[in-house]
């Protein structure tokens, strides 16, 4: 089992900035990846950014020069710098986290937290 936290959201006006932080614990396990969906009501979760452990990030058409992901690999933790943030951000953010239980196993695991809210106040 993984267990996956996120933190950092909260209230910002437009043009504003936040960071999220996420943290994968628990195991044993490898990671592939790990990313930030988003989910406004009414909507379908959607992609923000991912970090693939064995490549570099990408990102959202809509985030794109705004939002930035990093990761501490040694800490197994990924986060979300958001600037420039406009209402349109507004949703509950969610950490992806894509793992496998040894590095020879083909087979991968999909782990979400719980969501984070982000509101940006016109």
């Known amino acids: 089992q993984v267990h996956v936290v996120e933190s950092g959201g909260g209230l910002v006006q437009a043009g504003g900035s936040l960071r999220l932080s996420c943290a994968a614990s628990?195991?044993?396990?490898?990671?592939?990846?790990m990313g930030w969906y988003r989910q406004a009501p009414g909507n379908e979760r959607e992609l923000v950014a991912v970090s693939i452990w064995g490549g570099g990030p990408n990102y959202a058409d809509s985030v794109k020069g705004r939002f930035t992901i990093s990761r501490d690999v040694a800490k197994k933790m990924v986060f979300l710098q958001m600037n420039a943030l406009n209402p349109e951000d507004t949703a509950v953010y969610y950490c992806?986290?894509?793992?496998?239980?040894?590095?020879?196993?083909?087979?991968?695991?999909?782990?979400w937290g719980q969501g984070t809210q982000v509101t940006v106040s016109s």
């Open positions: 992806n986290v894509d793992v496998r239980r040894s590095p020879d196993d083909s087979r991968t695991y999909i782990f």
């Open positions: 628990g195991g044993p396990f490898s990671i592939n990846a």
